[in-house]
């Protein structure tokens, strides 16, 4: 009967749902994250280039 008692608690426990829902939601996150970098790491390459090829003389006094 104590073995009944004890599965029913630990169905009804909730506790540990919250722990995982906030995982998931955070490896999403990271996901998205990730993929996003990864999209724009081209077009952010060429951003740079393009900022430093008219701050270097500027820069250098040229």
Known sequence: MNMFILAQRLRADQSGATAI???????????VIVGALTALNGSMVDMYEYIRSYLVPVLSGS
């Open 21 to 31: 829902e906030y995982g998931l939601i955070g490896a999403l996150i990271s996901v």
